[in-house]
């Protein structure tokens, strides 16, 4: 999963993409997730890192990332 490069994510969960002028919201897990693979973590990594920070368990992570990955797919925002 690769977020594309030009897309902006604020803490408050805001993100914005400055080639379609589109902006949507999401809450902090997800916004942490998608500044971590901006960051060019691994899914690996990033499941990691949020495991550690919200104690969260691994199978509903893996869930909520799927969620999350249609979510980007389908307002083009995956590279």
Known sequence: MKISK????SESGF???PTTGDSFS???VAADVI???????TLEQVKTR???KYEV???EL??????LWL???DNNLLE
């Open 50 to 52: 949020i495991i550690e």
């Open 62 to 67: 893996d869930k909520d990332l799927q969620d």
């Open 26 to 28: 999401c809450n902090a």
């Open 35 to 41: 500044n971590l693979l901006k960051e060019n973590q």
């Open 15 to 17: 993100i914005f993409n």
């Open 57 to 59: 368990h691994a199978s």
């Open 6 to 9: 030009n897309i902006a994510v």
């Open 71 to 73: 979510q980007l797919r």
